[in-house]
């Protein structure tokens, strides 16, 4: 190892310029660069700035191989360095005749770390930043000078991790009349290299390669050093007003060509640092000798090799052929897609040749022949299996077919866009385009929601799915048949429902034309049914208040679609399953007008629509729908909500027969409410829904209340009902 006194000798005897350790992540040719891939160890920084450190590289204890191997991580204040090659500043001057100058006294003297730019794995390799030496006339007495020298492995890291890469760097020296020379380790008399530049005209340099020793010369370096020392010695300066500075340096190879600027302002060259390239390789081991014995410890990866280290004793991991990545880390190695390079990158068909069809495997590739020949795709020595007027035959009989099932294709794909454009116009799309508040979804927008998975509801009229539309969760009604007679009507009813807009009625948002039997989207209503809530899974505990609110709420959502439309609407099938309720048990009425799609312009219809235990026997009798038919629909779904008992059919209706004739012969028809909800206290408004449910079930229809008056009503008896429990609970109180 090279101790501080013999650097400080090599560089006062022989004027040394800084050497530097730089490493260069070359991507060999074909190699796959994928970002997803690890290069660090789990948990470990695998960035410093935008500098990759990939393992046995680290920067935090525990991330790296060795202490060698140590990245110190200054990014965003400072470069960054390796913790272990040094460089070794001297800084002084000379004085006397410019043709034969005496050194002055070194004014400076400092250690640095050198600075990092990147890494390459694969070949073990490490590029770093070193400073330029230089020699620069002040005057014609005075020089400037700044030596450098570059020290790898030291203190007691002696295992010499990194040498310096003689195939990647060069010795350069630059000036008009210079010798450069490099010393290597533990000798400050021996020259390993040297170079000479010299010229007598400015037109006698020549710019580019360094080759020709006019103006800028080089020399390879010696194999297998870890200290290096360079210095550079004038032949003559006759002309050191022209060209004041000469320079010697180890630079990466080809990173340098020469321009007679160079020599003219010191303030623009050269720059700040340049890159040096220093091998390294796991030093305390070998590879085995044996055909499949154990890998050593650092090659961790399922698909690495192990390779002898050519620069000094050690090894390399890396990945085997067909793979690439980190072969230090597990699972590092992955498998290279030839066939997609070779696509992305024309460049590299020489490396992957392949004169057929490429079809990528782990850890390599094959190259199949084109059908009708055989042979072998990679080293192009396919020939054709048929003859000529075969294939022409063959190909011809393909076109044909393939046309063929094109035209079929075609046709069939014109003949569903007709049939999707007949439905659009059939169901009134024409006409609803012209709607603002109404949206007309395409059949493909609503294909992804209508999935057995969806169902929320099945039944004799078709299936309801749950979905999302533009972020708002939207319930989807699809219909299994329509009237053929009314589907004129269609367009007008869906004007009329996106013209209702109200809290107790449920929102139609819009609706699918492009099927035989159109789909309406509606806003999803989170509770479930008022029948789930009485009957079905949903079934629980509801006081009187809660019923008198669900109550009052359906019959102000009823009266709307009566009174307070441009158009009165009839539903037609109130009952508890087409009273939707939300998280707060708001009721919203749903399927109003378009579940029986009847004409609005004429209330008789041939086919009487409905649930027959909530329909109104006039009705049923005659065809004749009116408002009054709402109201005895309502009526029976009002004692249903107070009894919690279906009015079936079986019975011909036996809850409401039994309930009308208990009030008529005055038996006590409150009796017959659910349990829960007789309480002294209420006999009043009991005995007042039980007086209204008589007067909706009424068979004269004239004497039936209008369903205004029915919601004016319950609003006052919920009103009443609750002024009174508030009353009650300040009394206890």
């Known amino acids: 190892m090279l101790t501080t006194r013999c650097i400080q000798q090599l560089l006062l005897a022989m004027l040394l310029l800084q ?42 204890k525990g991330c790296y191989f060795d202490s060698s191997f140590e990245v110190v991580c200054n990014e965003p204040t400072a470069p960054s360095y390796l913790a272990v090659p040094m460089i070794y500043n001297m800084t002084g001057y000379y004085i006397g005749d410019n043709d034969n100058p005496a050194p002055g006294p070194m004014t400076n003297a400092t250690w640095q770390t050198v600075e990092l730019i990147d890494f390459d794995v694969s070949r073990g390799e490490a590029r770093v930043g070193i400073p330029v030496s230089s020699d620069c006339s002040i005057n014609s007495t005075y020089h400037e000078l700044n030596m450098f020298s570059m020290q790898v492995n030291v203190s007691d890291f002696g295992r010499g991790t990194f040498v310096f890469s003689t195939t990647r760097n060069v010795l350069l020296g630059i000036g008009q009349s210079v010798q450069a020379k490099v010393y290597g380790e533990m000798s400050a008399t021996n020259v390993s290299a040297s170079c000479t530049s010299l010229f007598d005209t400015p037109s006698a340099a020549k710019n580019g390669s360094c080759s020709a020793g006019l103006g800028c010369c080089q020399a390879d370096l010696p194999p297998g050093l870890g200290v290096l020392a360079f210095g550079m010695k004038r032949q003559r300066n006759s002309m050191w007003l022209e060209f004041p500075c000469t320079y010697a340096m180890a630079v990466e190879r080809s990173w340098y060509n020469f321009s007679l600027q160079d020599l003219v302002d010191p303030n623009k060259f050269p720059p700040r640092s340049v890159p040096i390239v220093l091998d390294w390789a796991i030093r305390n081991g070998s590879c085995p000798t044996e055909e499949g014995a154990p890998l050593p410890m650092a090659c961790r990866s399922d698909n690495s090799r192990c390779v002898d280290a050519t620069t000094a004793p050690g090894y390399l991991c890396k990945c085997k052929d067909g793979y690439d990545g980190n072969a230090y880390i597990s699972g590092g190695c992955q498998d290279i897609d030839e066939c997609m390079l070779r696509d992305q990158h024309p ?114 009229f078709g299936e309801v799915y749950k979905g999302i539309i533009e972020s708002q969760v939207v319930a989807i009604k699809k219909s299994i048949n329509v009237d053929k007679s009314q589907e004129k009507q269609f367009a007008n009813e869906i004007i009329i429902q996106s013209r209702v807009i109200h809290k107790n009625i449920t929102k139609l948002i819009g609706c699918c034309l492009e099927v035989d039997v159109p789909m309406l989207v509606y806003e999803f209503v989170p509770q479930g049914s008022l029948h789930d809530l009485l009957y079905g899974g949903n079934k629980m505990s509801l006081s009187l208040d809660k019923r008198l609110s669900i109550a009052a709420g359906a019959a102000e959502g009823l009266a709307y679609m009566h009174s307070k439309t441009s158009t009165t609407i009839l539903h037609g099938d109130i009952k508890p399953s087409n009273i939707l309720l939300d998280d707060n048990f708001t009721p919203k009425i749903s399927d109003f007008g378009i579940s029986r799609l009847i004409a609005i312009d004429k209330t008789h219809t041939n086919v009487v629509v409905g649930d027959m235990c909530y329909m109104d026997p006039i009705y049923l009798q005659s065809g004749l729908l009116t408002k009054q038919s709402d109201v005895y629909s309502f009526g029976i779904t009002l004692l249903e909500l107070l009894t919690r008992q279906k009015d079936d059919l079986g019975g011909n209706g036996r809850l409401s027969k039994a309930f009308l004739n208990a009030y008529t012969e005055e038996k006590g028809a409150i009796e017959l409410f659910d349990s829960e909800i007789l309480v002294e206290n209420d006999i009043e408004v009991l005995n007042k829904l039980a007086t209204l449910i008589v007067e909706c079930l009424n068979l004269d229809v004239d004497r039936r209340p209008e369903m205004i008056n029915v919601a004016e009503r319950l609003e006052t008896m919920k009103r009443l009902h609750i002024k009174q429990s508030d009353a009650c609970g300040s009394t206890n109180a």
Not at 21 to 30: E, L, N, Q
Not at 37 to 58: E, Q
Not at 360 to 368: E, L, V
């Open 19 to 60: 050497l530097a350790a730089v490493a260069t992540p070359v991507t060999a040719a074909g190699e796959q660069q994928t970002a997803e891939r690890p290069i660090a160890l789990p948990g470990c920084s695998d960035k410093c700035g935008n500098i990759s450190i990939p393992y046995p590289f680290g920067i935090n």
């Open 347 to 460: 460049e590299l068909r020489d490396l992957y040749p392949c004169h057929g069809i490429c079809k990528n495997k782990m850890g390599g590739y094959d190259c199949h022949c084109k059908f009708g020949s055989k042979g072998d795709g990679k080293n192009g020595t396919c020939r054709t299996m048929f003859p000529l007027l075969a294939v022409a035959t063959m190909l011809s009989v393909i076109g044909i077919a393939s046309l063929v099932v094109i035209l079929v294709l075609f046709k069939l794909l014109m003949h569903q866009k007709r049939k999707t454009r007949e439905f659009f116009i059939k169901n009134g799309g024409p006409i609803l385009e012209k709607v603002n508040n109404i949206k007309i979804f395409k059949k493909e927008e609503l294909k992804p929601i209508l999935q057995k998975s969806n169902v929320i509801g099945k039944g004799g």
